[in-house]
T-cell receptor, first 116, second 113 residues
Framework: GAGVSQSPRYKVTKRGQDVALRCDPISGHVSLYWYRQALGQGPEFLTYFNYEAQQDKSGLPNDRFSAERPEGSISTLTIQRTEQRDSAMYRC??????????????FGEGSWLTVV | GQNIDQPTEMTATEGAIVQINCTYQTSGFNGLFWYQQHAGEAPTFLSYNVLDGLEEKGRFSSFLSRSKGYSYLLLKELQMKDSASYLCAVRDEGDNYGQNFVFGPGTRLSVLP
């Protein structure tokens, strides 16, 4: 696609429910990142993939959070048994290749999650 | 681990010059990036440094000193539309094709008429 696409853009869920957030990166991009961003703060790293391999998941807050990218393209971030503190903007980003060190990452518009 | 620090807020006047500083400590370093983020929008790429020195790009310049773990973003001839948050990010290349991007807290710049 032309840009990084995320869905849903807005999600309201009840506490205790599971949610799945989807990210479709720029076509051909090797690396995919998930961030969480609170209002007025910088993006907080959650996890990232190169192709289908999850390279680093050290930023996932706890075991209720998981991510996958089974075919090396679309990724899903799943939050189980949601809690109110999970309410935030979840942003996905992708980049093309590690070979060129100047490669930047491109962000999607984000999925705004509200847990009530 | 990684630690990136920036001032929380800055204010400047239209037409002026402003410098936004960023200090970082990372286990591995493979580039420093600056992003602009307008309220309610996604961050967008501004500049990149991997070697020491100044990179100029129109009204925006970015400087890097790797030995000091320090960078700054310089904005000249400020315009009202430059009011935004400016995010410093470090690409921390670890093992196994790692290229983790870690962001600082962001600096919210307000440009006044």
């Amino acid at each position: 696609g032309a840009g990084v696409s995320q869905s849903p853009r807005y999600k309201v869920t009840k506490r205790g429910q599971d949610v799945a957030l989807r990210c479709d990166p720029i076509s051909g991009h090797v690396s995919l990142y998930w961030y969480r961003q609170a209002l007025g703060q910088g993006p907080e790293f959650l996890t990232y993939f190169n192709y289908e391999a999850q390279q680093d998941k050290s930023g996932l807050p706890n075991d209720r959070f998981s991510a996958e990218r089974p075919e090396g393209s679309i990724s899903t971030l799943t939050i189980q048994r949601t809690e109110q503190r999970d309410s935030a903007m979840y942003r996905c980003a992708s980049s093309s290749d590690r070979i060129f060190s100047g490669n930047t990452i491109y962000f999607g518009e984000g999925s705004w999650l509200t847990v009530v | 681990g990684q630690n990136i620090d920036q001032p929380t807020e800055m204010t400047a006047t239209e037409g002026a010059i402003v410098q936004i500083n960023c200090t970082y400590q990372t286990s591995g370093f493979n580039g420093l990036f600056w992003y602009q983020q307008h309220a309610g929008e996604a961050p967008t790429f501004l500049s990149y440094n991997v070697l020491d020195g100044l990179e100029e790009k129109g009204r925006f310049s970015s400087f890097l000193s790797r030995s000091k773990g320090y960078s700054y973003l310089l904005l000249k001839e400020l315009q009202m539309k430059d009011s935004a948050s400016y995010l410093c990010a470090v690409r921390d290349e670890g093992d196994n094709y790692g290229q983790n991007f870690v962001f600082g807290p962001g600096t919210r710049l307000s440009v006044l008429p």
